[in-house]
C-alpha cells in the first residue's frame, strides 16, 4: 500500500483544509453553541463539489471516490466535527444508497440534487428500541393500491430534519418469510403527508449538525420508491454501513489530529514555571502519543479505503479502522484537555467541543463492540 497521496488527491486535501481554516473555523464556535445548522457552509462545500466526490458526473459527481470523500472528512474534522458529519452523512448515507441500489429513474431523479449539496439525503436505519440490533426492525411498509403505506419511527436520524432535506430512505418490514423478516429499503420524500419530523435532539456534541426522531403514520409513496431489490433492504445497509465505517474513520482521526494541531499550538505559547508547557517531558510525551494514535489510525483507514477500492474484501479492515480510530480521536480529545488544563473545558476553545464531539464516533454507524464481534467473526471465531 502507498501511503503518498496523488498530486490530485494531496490537491484536494490542500484545498480543504484551507476551507476549513478561513471558512468553518471562524464562525463554527458560535453556530455549535447556538445549536445551529451550518446552511451557508453546507452551500460553499456544494459549490466546492464535496458532495458530489464519489458519483459519477452523469449523476452530477466530480468522477472521483470514496478515499477523495474520506480525505476531505479528516480535513474538515480537524476543525469540526459537526459540519464533517454532515457532509459525511449526506453523501455515505443519504446519496450513496440511491447511487448503489437504484434504478436509473431514482438516480436521475434524486442525485444531482443532492451531489450539488442544494438538498440533502438521510439514512433511516436505527430505532428507538433496536440501536446495534438493526435486525429488529418494527417499522412496516405494506403495498395497497400501487403504494407503500409505512408505519413506524427512526431514531437518531442525521440531517433528516433541515430545510434542505430531499428525502429519507428507511428500512421496513415488507412480509415474512419462514419465520424471517423481509426487509426492504423505501424512498420517502420530505413533506409526505403522515411524515412527522420531530424537535431536533438536545445532543452534548455534533450540536451544529441536525437530528431528529422520525414518525410515520400511514405515509404513502409510490411503489416504484421501493430501492434495490424487495427483501434485501438490511443487506443493502450493511453493506452502506460498511463503506461508512471508513469515512467515520476518517473523520475520526481528523478530531484526534485536531486534538494534536490544538495541543501543540498551545504548548509552544503557554507558559509555566518561567518556561512554555511543551518543553516539559509531560507534556512531550503527552502529545507524542497523541500523534502516535492518529498516525496509527490514518494508516488503518487508508488501508481499508485501499481494498475497497481494489474492489478487495474490506469487512474487517473497516471495522479496525473504525475501531482503531474511534479509540483515538476519544483518548486524544482527554488528552488535550488535559493539555489546555482549565481552558479546555471551556467551550470558547477547540478541544472543549472535540470532547463533546468524540464519543459519539464510538457508538455512530456502529459501536466499538459491534466493530469487535465483526472482527471475530472476520477471524472464524
Not at 456544494?46 to 472528512?73: S, V
Not at 435532539?201 to 400511514?218: I, M, P
Not at 427483501?231 to 445497509?237: L, S
Amino acid at each position: 500500500m502507498d501511503t503518498h497521496l496523488s498530486e490530485e488527491y494531496e490537491a484536494l486535501r490542500a484545498t480543504v483544509e484551507d476551507f476549513a481554516r478561513r471558512e468553518v473555523a471562524p464562525v463554527i464556535g458560535e453556530l455549535y453553541e447556538r445549536g445551529q445548522f451550518p446552511y451557508e457552509l453546507v452551500k460553499k462545500m456544494g459549490e466546492m463539489g464535496l458532495f458530489g466526490l464519489p458519483f459519477a458526473e452523469e449523476y452530477g459527481g466530480m468522477g472521483g471516490d470514496y478515499f477523495a470523500l474520506c480525505l476531505a472528512l479528516e480535513e474538515l474534522a480537524r476543525v469540526d466535527s459537526s459540519v464533517a458529519i454532515t457532509l459525511e452523512a449526506g453523501v455515505s448515507l443519504g446519496a450513496m444508497p440511491i447511487y448503489r441500489f437504484g434504478s436509473e429513474e431514482q438516480k436521475q431523479r434524486w442525485l444531482p440534487d443532492l451531489c450539488s449539496g442544494a438538498r440533502l439525503g438521510a439514512f433511516g436505519l436505527t430505532e428507538a428500541g433496536g440501536g446495534s440490533d438493526a435486525g429488529a426492525t418494527r417499522t412496516t411498509a405494506r403495498l395497497d393500491g400501487g403504494e407503500w403505506v409505512v408505519n413506524g419511527s427512526k431514531a437518531f436520524i442525521t440531517n433528516s430534519g433541515t430545510d434542505i432535506t430531499s428525502l429519507v430512505t428507511v428500512t421496513a418490514v415488507t412480509g415474512a418469510h419462514g419465520g424471517r423478516k423481509e426487509i426492504s429499503a423505501i424512498v420517502i420524500p420530505s413533506g409526505t403527508a403522515g411524515f412527522t419530523v420531530a424537535p431536533g435532539y438536545s445532543k452534548v456534541g455534533w450540536r451544529a449538525s441536525d437530528t431528529h426522531e422520525l414518525f410515520f403514520d400511514d405515509v404513502r409513496v409510490p411503489e416504484e420508491h421501493l430501492l434495490g431489490e424487495r427483501g434485501r433492504g438490511y443487506a443493502q445497509f450493511l453493506s452502506i454501513l460498511d463503506e461508512g465505517r471508513i469515512a467515520i474513520a476518517a473523520l475520526s482521526v481528523g478530531l484526534a489530529q485536531g486534538c494534536v494541531d490544538e495541543s501543540v499550538r498551545y504548548a509552544k505559547e503557554r507558559e509555566a514555571f518561567g518556561s512554555p508547557i511543551g518543553r516539559y517531558q509531560a507534556i512531550q510525551f503527552l502529545i507524542a502519543d497523541m500523534e502516535a494514535r492518529a498516525h496509527t489510525a490514518r494508516l488503518a483507514y487508508h488501508h481499508a479505503a485501499a481494498r475497497m477500492l481494489a474492489g478487495e474484501p474490506f469487512k474487517k479492515e473497516a471495522a479496525i479502522a473504525k475501531l482503531v480510530a474511534s479509540n483515538a480521536a476519544m483518548d486524544n480529545a482527554r488528552a488535550a484537555t488535559q493539555v489546555f488544563g482549565g481552558y479546555g473545558f471551556m467551550n470558547e476553545y477547540a478541544v472543549g467541543r472535540f470532547y463533546r464531539d468524540a464519543k459519539i464516533l464510538e457508538v455512530g454507524e456502529g459501536t466499538s463492540e459491534v466493530q469487535r464481534m465483526l472482527i471475530a467473526r472476520q477471524l472464524g471465531l
